[in-house]
């Protein structure tokens, strides 16, 4: 006998929440804001809001069902099933925060704030869960990810980027090449390097590469290509910069021999999730086999 569907419904503390649990209580926190010329309220309203769409999306799951949530901090330490349906309920980057830990169930995001969030990974309202849990898999876009895999085995998924460099963001130090480039290597110093898929286009990538005024062409969300840039290359006797930026295709990977005690790898801007490397180890960062299975 199967199992009936699970809904997963992924959520996250509140800025209200937040800011309550550093203050102690709601007027202590008001008197802070205040302080600062800002209103509680503003914040208080985005925390009922939230809690509402939470609430609605809860009832909307068919009684027939089994149903679990979990928080945003507790994802690393929650084991998602391959029947389960998630339910994502906040912001864009929510979506990508749990991504990581899927392998091909579908998602759909539910935007808690409408005109707030850009609304490129939370497509629906809370109204619309009961008729997309109804048939998950019917209208499901295919994202392309990233992934960073070390020479210990540590590896690492993204949906938007992966950042590798020095922790604090310093000057990194290591050897950067093409695989399949005929073995050019160069020796860089830099603030780090960034691959981002075309998700992340719209994001920390796009930032970076409208300030380079690159023109490489970025890639769509769905497309199997990913685009690479070195933050703040150092020229120097020892360190070049003619390898700055580029695209990759699978089976193409950018491949980074760390010359740096500390060095690590994040996702996503989730810094706390990253891999730890240290000096000689190398890591290759491509396409990923795994698809984000996002309900449009």
């Not at 209200?16 to 309203?45: K, N, P």
Request: a negative charge; one cysteine or more; aromatic letters at 6%.
């Amino acid at each position: 006998m199967s199992l009936a569907p699970r809904a997963v419904l992924v959520h996250r503390t509140t800025e209200y929440e937040e800011v309550v649990a550093r203050h102690g209580t709601h007027g202590q926190a008001a008197f802070f804001l205040a302080s600062r010329g800002q209103d509680i309220e503003e914040v208080a309203e985005r925390h009922r809001r939230a809690r509402r769409a939470l609430a609605e999306v809860t009832a909307a799951v068919p009684l027939t069902w089994r149903q679990a949530r979990v928080e945003r901090g507790d994802l690393d330490r929650f084991l998602f099933a391959p029947e389960d349906v998630v339910v994502v309920i906040g912001q864009d980057g929510l979506v990508a925060n749990a991504a990581k830990y899927l392998t091909g169930q579908p998602v759909i995001g539910i935007d808690t704030d409408p005109g707030r969030n850009p609304g490129v990974l939370v497509r629906h309202r809370p109204a619309d869960t009961a008729k997309l849990l109804a048939a998950p898999g019917t209208s499901v876009d295919d994202l392309t990810m990233v992934e960073a895999v070390a020479d210990d085995t540590q590896r690492l998924l993204a949906l938007n980027e992966i950042y590798l460099g020095a922790p604090g963001h310093q000057t990194a130090r290591y050897r950067l090449g093409l695989e399949d480039d005929g073995g050019v290597v160069e020796a860089q110093a830099s603030s780090g390097v960034l691959v981002g898929t075309g998700t992340g286009a719209t994001g920390w990538l796009r930032s970076v590469w409208q300030e380079r005024g690159s023109r490489i062409a970025l890639p769509s969300p769905t497309e199997e290509r990913l685009v690479w840039f070195v933050r703040e290359a150092w020229p120097s006797p020892a360190t070049g910069t003619s390898l700055v930026a580029g695209e990759l295709t699978a089976p193409v990977t950018l491949a980074l021999t760390v010359e740096s005690d500390r060095f690590i790898a994040f996702g996503d801007g989730i810094e706390t999730d990253a891999l730890q490397l240290t000096w000689g180890q190398t890591v290759r960062i491509g396409v990923c086999e795994e698809r984000l299975r996002l309900v449009g």
